[in-house]
Every structure is written in C-alpha cells, then in structure tokens.
C-alpha cells in the first residue's frame, strides 16, 4: 500500500466513526489532530470527504488546492460517481473488533473457517471475521455470538438443558438439532438444518417467540422491529460452509455484509437506494468480487475495489 493509498484508508475509517457517532466530542477532536498532521493529511481527508458526500462540511481548504498537493488519484474519479451521504461501512472496525476480541473465546479472521468442540460434546462451525464466547457450566449451556456467523450440530445435554445463543437481542435455544445463526448489520438470520429451535426477542415489546422445525429460516431487523422467514433446502443451510451463500427475499445490505467476511478490509456500501432492496440467487464465495457484483448490479450498483483494503459499492 502506497503512503497515499494508507492516508486515506485512514480518512475513512475517521469518517466511518463520524457517521457513526456525528456529535462525538471524541470523534470531531481526533479528525481535527488527524488533519493537522501534514499538507498529505488534509489532501486524503478532502478526498475522503469527497467520496462520502461530506464536502463543504468543515473542510478549510478549496478543492484545486486539495488537488494541487495531492496530485492525481485513481480514487478520485469515484467523485464523480455522486456516492451521497448515507454510506455504511461493512466489516470490522478496529477499536470495536478490539473489544469483541477481548471478550471472545474464539475469533476467525477473513474468509477464515473454524471447527470446534464445545464443552458439551455439540459441534460449531465459526464463520469468517466471527467471534463467540462461552458459558458453560452445571446448569448452562450458553454461547454468545458477538460477531459474523456460526453454525452449531447440539446434542442432547445429560440434564435436559438446552444450548443457547445470543445474537444481538436474538435468543435461539435448541435441545438437540442443528441449525446457523448470523449477524448481519440489524438483521439476525436464522436457519434450522435439524430439529426444533426456539427463537425469541425477550426485549421486545411483543416478546416475540416462534419454534422453528427443519427446513425454516428467519430474518429478524431490529430484533421483532421487521421479520421476513420462509422454507428452504436443508442443503442450503450454512451453504457458506461449502462456498456458497444463498439469499431468499433477504435485503441487499444483509448479503453484502456475509459476503464481505471473504474479503480483506472495508467494504462499503455508498449506496442508500439499494441497501434495502431484496434479492435472491447462490452466490461463489471463491470470487467474492464477483459474488459482490452479482448482488447489486441488477439495481444498479457497481463494485469498486479502491486498494486491496478497501471496496466501494457506488451507483453505475
């Protein structure tokens, strides 16, 4: 990665954790000691800005200027591309993905597979960028899911004491079957391979509650806020274990993000029109770039891969 290429994945990551907090005291003074660095500093936060729609806002420098120090860029033709305001980032940050770790008793990296052994003989399966920790003990069998996907074969406890998950404010507790769960954004996904789990939003104002036999799925935004589920091929459950992901009426802005654990860095989805859309298809995890503008070209997005860590989903 060139110096210039590394200021500006700088500049957005600043920019990520302005969008994400805009009235951050934190935030606002660590961009404004960023940009005091170094003439390169300001160049790569005016192109940043650029392509997250935030020209104007508190930049002190004209845009020639910006030019004239920076010189050409290959990133700044995406200028032209109109990306607007509503971009999100997809993938890990690192001051989160810190804490995540710390807290994780497992951790995966990019397009990263695990098998474990849990302490009561049930299997999982972790999927890239994914981290859990666990609870185990006479009368618990408790897995927390704190990032990315994972599938889990459970087998009966000696005491009846069924296996639970925790995604988000996603509660899926299961005696013995198997099935995948997966955080994706606000959207939690469910998919039963074997037998029966009970899925639940305690916190919501309906305690929603639903037993799903083999063959369901569930798409949970905003814990019970937005709920989308239907039948499939027990064959297509955790498909992603087997190089495919594979998407039935779930939103573009969810299967983006599943397909980015297979690739290095951000993602980012500068797209607001299609975040929400729905689609469905098999998608080759092998070329996940590929995968990525099998997804949101038909609605008009295109992938661009700006450095080998960092991918921008912009209007065609």
Known sequence: MTEQDRLFEEATDLIIRLRNDPTSPVALEMISQWRARSLDHEAAWFEASEIFGLAGNALKRSRADAKRRSGPSRRSVLIGFGVG????????EALPWAIIQARADYVTGTAEIAHHTLPDGSRMTLGPDSAVALSFSPTQRRVDLLAGMSYFDVVAGNDATPLHIEAQNVAATCGDGSFDISIDGPTVSLGVDRGVIHVGVPQSPTRFAEMLPAGRWMALTNGADAIAQGVRDTSEIAAWRDGRIVADQETVAAVVIRIARWLPGRVVLADPAISNRRVNGVFDLSQ???????????????????????TVITPI
């Open 288 to 310: 996940p770039l590929a995968a990525l503008e099998a997804v949101v070209h038909p609605f008009g997005g295109k992938v661009r891969q700006i450095s080998p860590f960092l």
């Open 85 to 92: 305001a509503a971009a999100f980032a997809v993938g890990r």
